[in-house]
């Protein structure tokens, strides 16, 4: 059920989940976070990330959304997981509903730099991260990809072992 002014492309009440892409960026043992700017959850901490375009891929959406928001420069690495994100109203009717492809990625260098939709950004470990993000699946996210990431070098360090 959708609301009586709803337009059928808008991200409130859609007719259809939208596919968002967020970004676990990496800089050695701490990821990036951002202050949200635009709901839903508005001044949450949160990852970068938003809507993919029409013609773009997951990673190029990573790569884009990341640059919009704090000016830096990634390198994606992979995909870490999916994510549904539906948020009811407050007669239980889906007010927003995104499907979000998370993207891990690299960053070597620079300071982020708040634009877009982030009112803030900070480089945080994977604890202070649990301590700053409220959304429990963003906190499930970011201890996924750290897990990735620790068995992806422990397999490098240790080739033909398995």
Not at 23 to 39: H, P, Q, S
Not at 82 to 100: K, M, N, S
Not at 141 to 149: D, E, K, N, P, T
């Amino acid at each position: 059920m959708t609301s009586p002014s709803a337009d059928r492309s808008s991200r409130e009440y859609p007719d259809r989940p939208w596919v968002g892409v967020g970004a676990v960026v990496w800089r050695g043992d701490r990821v990036l976070l951002i202050r949200r700017g635009k709901a839903p959850r508005l001044g949450q901490w949160s990852l970068p990330g938003g809507a993919q375009s029409v013609g773009e891929t997951v990673f190029e959406t990573a790569v884009r959304e990341v640059r919009e928001e704090t000016g830096l420069e990634i390198v994606p690495t992979g995909i870490v997981t999916v994510v549904d994100a539906i948020t009811p109203d407050a007669e239980g009717r889906v007010h927003y509903h995104y499907t979000l492809v998370e993207v891990a990625a690299e960053s070597a260098e620079g300071d982020p730099v708040c634009a877009d939709d982030a009112l803030e950004a900070c480089w945080a470990t994977a604890d202070e991260a649990g301590e700053l993000t409220e959304w429990d699946e963003t906190r499930r996210v970011i201890l996924m990809s750290a897990a990735q990431r620790l068995a992806q070098r422990s397999a490098q360090e240790s080739p033909g072992r398995r």
